[in-house]
């Protein structure tokens, strides 16, 4: 694959590859991870890193392994980014769960689901601000400093003859002493030229700066990419990024979940 050029959107960053699919690069303010997923015209893979970070109260932030993938009735979805907090009732996975359920097709439920996201989230970050103000003012740092993912959603699936991949980020912008939340949504094919693109959720430095020195050409599948570019973030010891990667396939025969790579 070639990386060909170099482009700005308010989503992300973007890059073109030689399948002219494009990397959409999501970083989260609180909680570091790396996901990627390709989404081509005959299927999507997704790869990501497990290492989960805990931090919050008075307690030291902890580390542990984690599950960033999930599957739900042919659909798949990766979160990226404040994930859960149980001690305040929040569930991303829930919440996703709970909009597949009720709706009828992906594009239906990436609509309920921004909706439902956006409104839980307002009201776990008031709650930060009024319980855990050490944790709400990192999170305004990281903001200003340049990071302003709150959580990120990605959902795949193969429906109607072709798969669709929908990235759904919430990022924050610091207005009056709050974080004001402002969602974007980008769904492919019907957004992505060609019907080729790649995702980024999370970190994504060590990919940058190995572009930059190695050049713009990497001759591997889909599948095989997901995987190298999540080992650059960890083999660069990315705080909060670390094995074993999961890597999960969905096309016209199904998801298929491949061996993990430690």
């Known amino acids: 694959m070639n990386i060909g050029c170099n482009k700005r959107r308010t989503l992300a960053h973007i890059v073109c590859w030689i399948w002219s699919a494009t990397l959409l690069v999501l970083s989260s303010p609180c909680l570091a991870t790396t996901i990627v997923a390709v989404r081509t015209p005959d299927a999507v893979v997704i790869a990501a890193d497990s290492e989960g970070t805990f931090k919050g109260g008075n307690k030291a932030q902890t580390r542990k392994e984690v599950r960033k993938i999930f599957e739900e009735d042919g659909v798949l979805y990766a979160i990226s980014g404040i994930a859960r907090d149980p001690g305040r009732g929040f569930d991303a996975a829930a919440i996703v769960s709970a909009s597949l359920h009720r709706s009828e097709s992906l594009q239906s439920a990436a609509i309920n689901l ?12 008031s709650r930060f601000q009024n319980e855990d103000f050490a944790l709400f ?119 298929k979940w491949l061996p993990k790579s430690h």
Do not use: W
């Open 114 to 125: 921004e909706r439902t996201l956006y409104a839980s989230l307002e009201h776990l970050l």
């Open 137 to 255: 003012q990192d999170m305004t740092r990281k903001i200003s400093e340049g990071e302003p993912e709150i959580t990120s959603i990605l959902l795949a699936s193969f429906q109607n003859g072709e798969p669709i991949a929908i990235a759904i980020s919430f990022s924050g912008t610091v207005s009056g002493g709050k974080i004001v939340l402002q969602p974007k949504r980008l769904a492919c094919p019907d957004m992505c030229p060609n019907g080729n693109y790649t995702f980024f959720l999370g970190k994504h430095k060590a990919i940058d700066n190995y572009v930059a020195e190695k050049g713009k050409h990497f001759a591997m599948s889909p599948g095989d990419a997901t995987r190298f570019m999540v080992q650059l973030e960890i083999d660069a010891k990315t705080p909060g990024v670390g094995p074993p990667i999961e890597v999960v396939r969905v096309d016209r025969h199904g998801i």
